[in-house]
C-alpha cells in the first residue's frame, strides 16, 4: 500500500514501532527487570532498540516503559535520544495501546505499526526487512512465528496427559508483529474494552474476524523469560555477529 511518487515509484510505507517495555519480569527473579539486564556487555534493551532504529522505513518508536521506571534512564544517551516514552499500562496490550497514542503525529491509517516485545533482544533487522517486504500490500498485516516441531500434550490437573494435540497447523507466535495503524488502534481499544486477556496483537486482530498473515521467523529470536536465557541470547548474538 505505498503511495506513487512522483517519479511513478512506489514510495514505501512509513513504519512507526511501538514497544512494550513495562513488564517487570517476574519470571527471571533478577531484582531488576530483564530487559535492563546486562547481556554482551550492555543492557538488553540497547540491542533490541539498534535493532528496531535500524527499520528503513522508521517514523518513530514509542517504548512503554513501567510508570517511574528508575532504570529507563541509565540506558546509553545517543539511543534514548531516538525514541519517544510513555508510562505503559497493567497488561501488555494495554501498554501497546498507550504506545499507539504516543507518537507525535497520528500515523495515517494504512502506515504499519510494527510491535516488538523489549524482551527479543535477537531480532535480525534483516528478517523485519524482509518481513515489511513480504507483507508490502497486505490489508490487515502479520508475524513473525514458528511452526510447532514438539508433540503437545494437554494436562489434567494431576498432571496426568489428558490429550494429545494434534500439532498440524500450529504456530508459536514471535514478535515483530506488524499491522495497519487504524486496525491496530480498534482492535486494541475493543479488545480492552471487552476485558479479555490478550496476550498479542494479532490475536486482537483476530477478534475483529481479520486473520493475520503468519511469516515464519527464527529460533533465535527468543523471548528472555528465564535466568538460562540470557546466555543462550549472547550464544545468538555472538553467532549473528560472526555472520554478518
Ligand atoms: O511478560 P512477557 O514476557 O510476555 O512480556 C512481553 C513484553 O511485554 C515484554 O517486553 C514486557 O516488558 C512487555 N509488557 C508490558 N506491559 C505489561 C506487561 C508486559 O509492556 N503490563
Redesign the pocket.
Known amino acids: 500500500m505505498g503511495a506513487q511518487g512522483s517519479d511513478g515509484t512506489r514510495e514505501a510505507t512509513p513504519v512507526w514501532v511501538a514497544?512494550?517495555?513495562?513488564?517487570?519480569?517476574?519470571?527471571m527473579g533478577a531484582g531488576i527487570?530483564?530487559?535492563y539486564l546486562p547481556l554482551a556487555g550492555k543492557p538488553l534493551a540497547e540491542h533490541t532498540l539498534a535493532a528496531l532504529l535500524a527499520v528503513a522505513q522508521l517514523r518513530e518508536t514509542v517504548v512503554?516503559?513501567?510508570p517511574g521506571d528508575p532504570h529507563w534512564p541509565a540506558l546509553a544517551p545517543a539511543l534514548r535520544a531516538r525514541v519517544r516514552v510513555v508510562d505503559?499500562?497493567?497488561?501488555?496490550a494495554?501498554?501497546?495501546a498507550n504506545a499507539l497514542r504516543g507518537f507525535s503525529r497520528r500515523p495515517d491509517p494504512g502506515d504499519w505499526v510494527l510491535v516488538h516485545?523489549?524482551?527479543?533482544p535477537c531480532v535480525r533487522p534483516g528478517r523485519i526487512a524482509a518481513m515489511l517486504r513480504e507483507l508490502d500490500a497486505d490489508p490487515v498485516g502479520g508475524l513473525l512465528a514458528l511452526p510447532l516441531a514438539d508433540t503437545l500434550k494437554r494436562a489434567d490437573a494431576a498432571q496426568r496427559v489428558a490429550a494429545t494435540v494434534p500439532r498440524d497447523a500450529l504456530w508459536r507466535a514471535q514478535?515483530p508483529q506488524v499491522f495497519r495503524f487504524a486496525l491496530l488502534e480498534r482492535a486494541l481499544d475493543e479488545a480492552l474494552a471487552s476485558g479479555e486477556e490478550i496476550?498479542d496483537e494479532a490475536m486482537a486482530i483476530e477478534r475483529l474476524g481479520l486473520q493475520p498473515r503468519l511469516l515464519p521467523g527464527s529460533e533465535d529470536n527468543i523471548?528472555?523469560?528465564r535466568p538460562e536465557d540470557l546466555a543462550l541470547a549472547e550464544y545468538h548474538l555472538a553467532r549473528q555477529g560472526a555472520q554478518s
Open positions: 514497544v512494550p517495555a513495562a513488564g517487570s519480569g517476574a519470571r527487570p530483564k530487559q512503554a516503559i513501567a505503559g499500562g497493567a497488561t501488555r494495554a501498554s501497546v516485545d523489549m524482551a527479543r514478535t496476550t523471548k528472555v523469560t
